[in-house]
């Protein structure tokens, strides 16, 4: 029982920690968008293609760590549930808890390629 506790508190740590960070970039993009919108429409510089192969692949990014996120929420429901009306049969607990564990596996794994993707994106774009 204490190790499914535990694997609980660190999926919620986990989950919070990892849709905290995901609305930050997201605004951060939004408002780079619109000033690149406010400078296009003033006859500002306009933004360079790498700028916007940069901002492309970091917004899809962005859009599949929440979608991520939010199964892996959708998934920890259901192995709870699963694991409440298990009604103590074993094989049924197993699988529960199995869920469970995947469902945080794919968490930082998720997590973890979100930071990949970033890093050698800015290794990459940068001089």
């Known amino acids: 029982m204490l190790s499914i506790i535990s694997k609980s508190i660190l999926l919620t740590a986990s989950l919070f920690l990892f849709m905290s960070?995901?609305?930050?970039?997201?605004?951060a993009d939004v408002g780079d968008e619109l000033q690149k919108g406010v400078n296009t429409a003033a006859g500002g510089?306009?933004?360079?293609?790498?700028?916007?192969i940069r901002d492309i692949i970091r917004n899809i990014i962005t859009?599949?760590?929440?979608?991520?996120?939010?199964?892996?929420?959708?998934?920890?429901?259901?192995?709870?549930?699963r694991y409440v009306t298990s009604g103590?049969?074993?094989?049924?607990?197993?699988?529960?808890?199995?869920?469970?564990?995947?469902?945080?596996?794919?968490v930082i794994i998720a997590a973890l390629a979100g930071v990949i993707v970033q890093f050698v994106l800015k290794k990459t774009t940068t001089g």
């Open 63 to 81: 859009i599949l760590g929440a979608i991520v996120g939010i199964v892996a929420v959708i998934m920890v429901i259901v192995g709870g549930f």
């Open 88 to 106: 103590g049969d074993a094989s049924r607990v197993a699988s529960a808890k199995n869920t469970l564990l995947y469902a945080l596996i794919g």
């Open 45 to 52: 510089p306009q933004p360079n293609a790498e700028n916007r």
């Open 21 to 27: 960070l995901t609305p930050a970039n997201v605004s």
